[in-house]
């Protein structure tokens, strides 16, 4: 089974600020690698595919980089919408696993 | 665009079969995607269930699998988990989900409650 993790588990940061986040996948997963955003009481939404592709309708200011083994999602001038809890998954030969999340809250 | 609808009993036994089924619309469901179950238990994180293919194959988490099944009903446009003897750890949101070949998952359901209680 392929393990990914986060980090960090909690941010805290204020409006305007550049925020990176990074996945790390216990094997090599080429660019199979997704990041949603969910926030309380909604189904989470995707934001990357592919580690690198932004999802139609997503805003610019959302970036995803990275191969082989490690990743970043970085927002580049974060948002009042932004404050969420955001999630990493690998895709590898018909399987999916999903990191432990970064809570984004406000400073 | 594909919409995604939840259904089935809010509240399940222990020892008993939890069984939900996902309304497909906007898409034929047999025309490709994969269609996917994800749970999320109260204030934790996602974790992948399975997903089955337009082909019929079914794939499942290791640490799920021996009580696991997704199965698609092409005349109804929709598939449906099982997921068998559940415990207290079982309860969470369940999510059905879909994707096209990106390895995400690009529409969700809005996810339902399902408590395992006696």
């Known amino acids: 089974d392929i393990q990914m993790t986060q980090s960090p588990s909690t941010l805290s940061a204020s409006v305007g600020d550049r925020v990176t986040i990074t996945c790390r996948a216990s094997?090599?997963?080429?660019?199979?690698l997704a990041w949603y955003q969910q926030k309380p009481g909604k189904a989470p939404k995707l934001l990357i595919y592919?580690?690198?592709s932004l999802e139609s309708g997503v805003p610019s200011r959302f970036s995803g980089s990275g191969s082989g083994t490690e990743f970043t999602l970085t927002i580049s001038s974060l948002q009042p919408d932004d404050f969420a809890t955001y999630y990493c998954?690998?895709?590898?030969?018909?399987?999916?696993?999903f990191g432990p999340g970064t809570k984004v809250d406000i400073k | 665009q594909v919409q995604l609808q939840e259904s089935g009993p809010g509240l399940v036994k222990p020892s008993e079969t939890l069984s939900l089924t996902c309304a497909v619309s906007?898409?034929?469901?047999?025309?490709?995607?994969?269609w996917g179950w994800i749970r999320q238990p109260p204030g934790k994180g996602l974790e992948w269930i399975g997903s089955?293919?337009?082909?019929?194959?079914?794939y499942y988490n290791p640490s799920l699998k021996s009580r696991v099944t997704i199965s698609v009903d092409t005349s109804k446009n929709q598939f449906s988990l099982k997921l068998s003897s559940v415990t207290a750890a079982d309860t969470a949101v369940y999510y059905c989900?879909?994707?096209?070949?990106?390895?995400?998952?690009?529409?969700w359901g809005q996810g339902t409650l399902v408590t395992v209680s006696s």
């Open positions: 989900a879909s994707g096209y070949g990106s390895g995400s998952f690009d529409y």
């Open positions: 906007g898409y034929s469901i047999s025309s490709g995607y994969y």
């Open positions: 089955i293919y337009h082909s019929g194959s079914t």
């Open positions: 094997q090599s997963i080429s660019s199979w």
């Open positions: 592919k580690a690198s």
């Open positions: 998954q690998q895709y590898n030969s018909y399987f999916f696993t």
